[in-house]
């Protein structure tokens, strides 16, 4: 879901593109490591603040294995780092790469490289199935001894 932002501002450290790009990739990534079968992702931010100030999970129930929705959530917490700076780093988004993405839509396309720029980052999913078989506690553990503090407000 994309809030009332805008995807036609190019200063990548602004979440009105970068966080929507970001959301996607968590999405994609939970649900093709197994972790669940469908999955919507939000954040919030506030204005000055760069670590988001909340992280929505749905998964409409589909959660696989003995995972549960929080779990989940504290999965993306641990593996994606959402504040604006880290964003545009590991989506590459500082890249000059607009033209492209101003036509055809932003979602949904093939993410490839072309002379060393990478397009469609967003859409490459990230390898989440080494918690595919946990506990909630052993991702409670997991979560403990992240770095996730320094990404997230919590």
């Known amino acids: 879901a994309h809030g ?3 995807f036609s501002g190019k200063d990548p450290t602004k ?4 966080a929507a790009y970001i959301c996607r990739q968590m999405a994609k990534s939970v649900v093709k490591s ?20 909340s992280l929505f ?3 409409y129930g589909t959660e696989q294995g003995k995972l549960t929705s929080d779990d989940i959530t504290n999965i993306i917490k641990i593996a994606f780092d959402c504040r604006p700076g880290a964003i545009a780093q590991s989506l590459a988004l500082r890249e000059p790469k607009y033209q492209e993405t101003a036509a055809y839509c932003h979602f949904g396309r093939q993410a490839y490289t072309h002379q060393g720029i990478k397009y ?5 999913a990230k390898d ?4 595919k078989g946990m506990t909630s506690a052993q991702v409670s553990a997991a979560l403990k001894s992240s770095n996730y503090l320094t990404k997230w407000v919590d």
Do not use: H, M
């Open 120 to 124: 469609f980052e967003w859409e490459n």
């Open 57 to 59: 999970v749905e998964t």
């Open 128 to 131: 989440l199935s080494e918690y």
């Open 4 to 6: 009332g932002g805008a």
């Open 15 to 18: 979440v009105d593109r970068s």
């Open 34 to 53: 197994g972790l669940c079968k469908r999955a919507l992702v939000q954040l919030s931010y506030a204005i000055g603040v760069a670590k988001p100030l």
